[in-house]
């Protein structure tokens, strides 16, 4: 069966949770009837249909999920708790409290102090403050950001933790700005800018072209820092930006948000500060700050990396004409995940640690796809996924290398800098000494 069959699959499925649900659902446990994913809908469905044949079958498909996404940005992220007073949206669970099928272990560190307080151990403490049997205002409003960070599928992460529900983030804003101009691109190429959304009831892309400007606009004024040349979240309670460099930044790119100087501009300013040995960090040293016993590593901060980040960079990188820096980042990514692969018998894990280029760590939910006996467990799907699509991406030359097992150092350097990402420069090393091997070797991929 076609790859692409499959991915049509998944697409019906989404638009039958919205259906049916109201939302597509964080996952299969009753409490995420109350979250949602992040929406990513248009961007499959467009990528399903390019390989439908050009059939009244084909475009009967395609209205019935653009009625679905429509339904979803129109009643989960534009009305109720996700809309916000600036008219950007916010990830909000509508839940309350501790979500009813999580061990009390997960928030040991959050109840211990409540339950110390109480003369309570965890777990009875976490009983009776499930039950209502104690008032604990403190922790209702920790719950209240905690599921808002968890819809965000950055869970968890120090520029969320304790403000996510107070926070208009880039990455949300920028994935509903990519659903306006999505919508509004269907509507036009595909129903001849007449689209019956109900019976009787029509529409035209320029109701989508309208939001999509006025997306842009609140974002650009709220969320743009000039400064920095970086986007950051804006905190709608405290009227402020949240200094926090993440590879979130980089959505605006994807999304298609900006273009020319302005969007190389913000890709410089990105690598610069976020480009690692192993790819794009999850966010900088400097804003996720010290670790502690009380202030414990998180997942999606530096520095760890994820494949999601990696394949929405390059494809805002080669979106805005940056090839180059887009292939270079996507071979250390590649470069990595293979490395380890290699060492760790066919080992293809959920995240990496990619300032050091390695999978070994322990940090929150340990990680997916690298608990196992002598034999692999079919890798993580998408890390799996972005190797596929980081390899295609690459020049000959390039893929050639990552054959091989070039060392990304001997092709780029050990860290780029504003002034040469800028320049798309290379620099070849004339020998690289291999930490594992213990030997010198020559390696160059031009």
């Given amino acids: 069966m076609a790859v692409w069959t ?100 997960s928030y040991a560190d959050v109840l211990g102090s409540e339950a110390t307080r109480g003369g309570l151990d965890v777990p009875t403490f976490a009983a009776r403050y499930r039950s209502g049997n104690i008032s604990a205002p403190a922790l209702d409003e920790y719950f209240v950001h905690d599921r808002a960070m968890r819809e965000s599928g950055h869970d968890t992460t120090y520029r969320l933790v304790g403000r996510a529900a107070d926070l208009n983030t880039v990455d949300l804003n920028a994935l509903l700005y990519k659903y306006e101009s999505d919508i509004a691109r269907i509507i036009r190429f595909d129903f001849g800018d007449d689209f019956e959304i109900r019976p009787s009831e029509h529409m035209s892309r320029q109701l989508w072209v309208e939001r999509k400007r006025r997306r842009r606009e609140r974002m650009t004024d709220l969320m743009w820092n000039e400064q920095r040349g970086l986007f950051f979240d804006y905190d709608f309670v405290h009227r402020r930006q949240i200094a926090y460099v993440s590879a979130t930044t980089l959505y605006p790119l994807w999304a298609g948000l900006l273009d020319g100087p302005a969007a190389r501009r913000l890709a410089v300013s990105a690598l610069a500060e976020l480009e690692a040995p192993g790819g794009l960090l999850s966010s900088t040293e400097a804003s996720r700050g010290p670790i502690t016993p009380d202030r414990p590593l998180r997942q999606w901060d530096y520095p760890f990396g994820w494949a999601p980040h990696q394949m929405l960079a390059w494809e805002g990188l080669r979106r805005c004409g940056l090839h180059e820096n887009a292939e270079r980042v996507a071979y250390r990514w590649l470069y990595m995940v293979a490395l380890n692969a290699a060492r760790y018998n066919g080992a293809i894990a959920e995240k990496y640690d ?63 800098t504003e002034k040469n990402v800028r320049a798309q420069v290379s620099t070849p090393c004339a020998e690289f000494r291999d930490p ?11």
Wanted: net charge positive; charged share 20%.
């Fill in 436 to 446: 594992f091997l213990h030997e010198p070797r020559h390696r160059d991929c031009r």
């Fill in 6 to 105: 499959w991915a049509r699959a998944m697409v019906d499925n989404l638009a039958y949770e919205i259906q049916h649900y109201g939302r597509i659902l964080n996952a299969n446990r009753s409490y995420y009837l109350a979250r949602s994913q992040p929406p990513f809908l248009t961007s499959m469905a467009l990528a399903v249909f390019r390989q439908l044949p050009r059939t009244p079958e084909g475009h009967h498909w395609l209205a019935g999920i653009l009625r679905a996404a429509i339904r979803e940005y129109e009643t989960v992220w534009m009305q109720g708790d996700h809309l916000t007073s600036t008219g950007l949206s916010r990830y909000f669970d509508v839940g309350r409290g501790m979500p009813p099928e999580v061990d009390p272990a």
């Fill in 354 to 416: 990619v300032a050091h280029q390695i999978f070994g760590t322990a940090v929150e939910y340990g990680n997916v796809s690298v608990q196992f006996k002598y034999v692999p467990d079919g890798g993580f799907g998408w890390t799996n996924a972005s190797f596929q699509v980081g390899r295609r991406m690459l020049s000959p030359a390039c893929r050639r290398a990552l054959d091989q097992m070039t060392p990304p150092e001997c092709l780029f350097g050990w860290r780029q």
